[in-house]
C-alpha cells in the first residue's frame, strides 16, 4: 500500500522522483495553483510562461512534465492540471482528487512524489491523499513480476502540517480508506474460479481478529434450515453452495446502528435464462456490492468510529445446470413470502430480499442495501452515477448528499406505487421481474416489500460505476472501483455523530 506523509519541509531539499505542482486554466493562459510558490522560483517566477510554451493549458487532468531547476533535489516536475476556479475560488475536493489521482497512477514504479498541490483546510489533504492512493492502485495478482510496474510507494503531501490535528487525523483517514477500498477493488477484480462463496467467507473470516469484528457464516445447510429460500433458489445450480455472511462491528458509545446489506453473485451467467453473448466476461464484478459493504465495516472498525455498523454479504454463484432454479419455479422467501421466479437472470434481488429481511429483525435504525442490480440504472445514469431510492424522503436526500460530498456521483430516483402492480403473480404473492420500463425502480420497490415496518432503508444501484470496462481516469482504475465504500463510511461517520438525516 502507498504511504502517505505530511511535510512542512522546503521542496527543493526533498529527494524524490518528481514534484507535482497544480495548473489553473485561465482566459488568459495558464497559471500556477497555490503550492507551487517555491517550485516557481526555482524558475526564476516563469514556471507558467514555461509550461504555456510547452502547450499546457490547465484542463482538468492533463500532466507536463519538465526536467526541475538546478539546485532541487528531484529531477522532475509534474503540473497538473486543475481545470477553471470554481466561481467562489479555489478548487473542489473532487478536483483535488481526481489531480491527484491522475499524477499516482502516472507514476507507477516510482519510490516517491511530492505533493505541491493547494492546501487550504483537513478537507483538501483528504482529498490529495485519497486521491493520491487510490490513483496508485493496481491489480497484477495474475501477471507475471517481471516488467510489471509497482504502485508509487510514497506521496509526500507539502503544505500539511503534521502536527496539525485536523490534518494529521484527515490523512491518517485516507490511509485507511484507500486501503480498505483497494480491498474491494481487488475483490471485485478476482476471477471466479478463486472468488466464490465458500472462498469469500473464509476470507472474511480470516479478517475477523485483525479488525475487532464478529463474523458468522451461514453455509448451504443452515441456509436450507433456516427458510433462505431466495439465496439458495439461486445458488442451487452451482456446484458451490451459497453463503450468507454476517460482519459485525460494535463501536464505543454508539449512538446509531445501521445494517449494510451487498448483493455478493460471484459469478452471474444468468442461470437458465442465459446472459448473451458478450455480456458474461466481466459477471465476477456482480459481488461489488457485498465488496463494498465489507471495505465499509471494516474501515468503521479501524477508525473505531462510534456506531454499530453490521454488514451482510449475500454470497451465491449463479450458473445453469439440472439443478438450477427454472422460469416459473416458486421461491418461499425468508420470512414465508413467495416468490414465482420469472427471470433467474434478475437473481440479485432474491439473495438480498432474503438478506434485508433478515437484516431487520435486528432492529436496526436503518438499512442500506448495494448492488449491482440493474442494467436499467445504467441506460439511465450511465456508467459513473449510482442511483438511490428509500422509503424515507429525508433519508434519500442525506445518501446522495454523502455521495456527492465523498466524490461518488448519485441520483435521487422515486419508487413509485405504480409499477408495483407490475410485480403481480398468479401463482406467489410477488414475482421477480415486472415490465420492461422503469426496471431499475421496479428492483427497488421489490427489494423494499422485504424491509421491517418502520426501518429507514435505501437502496442504492451501483450497476454502472461498479466496474470501469474502459480506459482508468482520474483516481479510477480499469476494473473495479470500490463504488459505494465512500458514501458508506461518510454514513457512518454521520450516524456517530447524530446526524443520519
Known amino acids: ?280 466476461e466481466t459477471m465476477k464484478c456482480d459481488m461489488g456490492g457485498a465488496a463494498a459493504v465489507l471495505a465499509s465495516v471494516l474501515t468503521a472498525a479501524k477508525l473505531k468510529l462510534p456506531a454499530h455498523v453490521t454488514g451482510w454479504l449475500a454470497l451465491a454463484e449463479n450458473m445453469p445446470s439440472g439443478s438450477a432454479t427454472r422460469p416459473g419455479d416458486v421461491l418461499r422467501m425468508y420470512g414465508g413470502k413467495t416468490v414465482e421466479v420469472l427471470n433467474t437472470d434478475a437473481e440479485g434481488r432474491l439473495v438480498m430480499a432474503d438478506a434485508i429481511a433478515r437484516a431487520s429483525e435486528d432492529g436496526p435504525d436503518v438499512i442500506v442495501d448495494v448492488a449491482t442490480l440493474t442494467g436499467a440504472m445504467m441506460v439511465a445514469l450511465g456508467n459513473e452515477m449510482f442511483g438511490v431510492m428509500a422509503n424515507d424522503d429525508e433519508f434519500r436526500a442525506t445518501l446522495h448528499e454523502l455521495s456527492e460530498s465523498a466524490g461518488e456521483p448519485s441520483w435521487e430516483m422515486p419508487l413509485p406505487k405504480s409499477l408495483l402492480k407490475g410485480l403481480d403473480s398468479g401463482v406467489a404473492d410477488l414475482a421477480n421481474v415486472g415490465g420492461r420500463m422503469g426496471g431499475g425502480l421496479t428492483a427497488g420497490l421489490f427489494l423494499q416489500e422485504f424491509v421491517g415496518e418502520g426501518i429507514r432503508w435505501a437502496h442504492l444501484d451501483i450497476a454502472g460505476p461498479a466496474f470501469n470496462e474502459g480506459a482508468p481516469y482520474g483516481y479510477t482504475p480499469k476494473g473495479g472501483t470500490g463504488t459505494a465504500v465512500r458514501t458508506l463510511v461518510r454514513l457512518v461517520e454521520a450516524a456517530g455523530k447524530g446526524e443520519l438525516g
Open 1 to 280: 500500500m502507498t504511504a502517505l506523509t505530511l511535510s512542512t519541509a522546503a521542496v527543493p531539499g526533498l529527494r524524490a522522483d518528481a514534484i507535482v505542482v497544480g495548473v489553473v486554466k485561465d482566459d488568459e493562459g495558464p497559471r500556477l495553483a497555490p503550492g507551487a510558490e517555491a517550485v516557481d522560483k526555482g524558475y526564476d517566477g516563469k514556471l507558467a510562461d514555461l509550461l504555456e510554451t510547452l502547450g499546457a493549458t490547465g484542463a482538468p487532468g492533463e500532466l507536463t512534465r519538465l526536467a526541475a531547476p538546478s539546485g532541487f533535489k528531484a529531477p522532475l516536475v509534474i503540473a497538473v492540471g486543475l481545470g477553471a476556479e470554481e466561481d467562489e475560488g479555489g478548487f473542489g475536493t473532487e478536483t483535488l482528487r481526481r489531480a491527484a489521482g491522475v499524477v499516482a497512477r502516472s507514476l507507477a514504479g516510482k519510490a516517491k512524489a511530492v505533493y505541491a498541490l493547494p492546501v487550504g483546510d483537513a478537507d483538501d489533504v483528504a482529498a490529495i491523499g485519497e486521491g493520491a492512493l487510490l490513483g496508485a492502485y493496481a491489480f497484477a495478482t495474475y501477471k507475471d513480476d517481471e516488467g510489471v510496474k509497482a504502485p508509487l510507494a510514497e506521496v509526500v503531501l507539502v503544505g500539511a502540517k503534521p502536527r496539525d490535528k485536523g490534518h494529521k487525523a484527515a490523512a491518517e483517514r485516507a490511509q485507511v480508506l484507500a486501503e480498505e477500498l483497494n480491498r474491494a477493488r481487488d475483490l471485485v477484480n478476482i476471477p471466479a474460479n478463486d472468488l466464490y462463496p465458500e472462498s469469500f467467507a473464509a476470507l472474511v473470516q480470516g479478517l475477523a481478529k485483525d479488525y475487532g469484528v464478529k463474523v458468522t457464516v451461514l453455509d448451504e445447510k443452515a441456509l436450507t434450515k433456516g427458510g433462505f429460500g431466495g439465496i439458495m433458489g439461486v445458488g442451487q445450480g452451482s456446484q458451490r453452495p451459497p453463503r450468507l455472511v454476517k460482519v459485525e462491528y460494535k463501536g464505543a458509545r454508539a449512538k446509531a446502528s445501521l445494517a449494510f446489506v451487498g448483493k455478493g453473485i460471484t459469478y452471474d451467467s444468468g442461470g437458465i435464462s442465459l446472459k448473451p453473448a458478450g455480456h458474461n
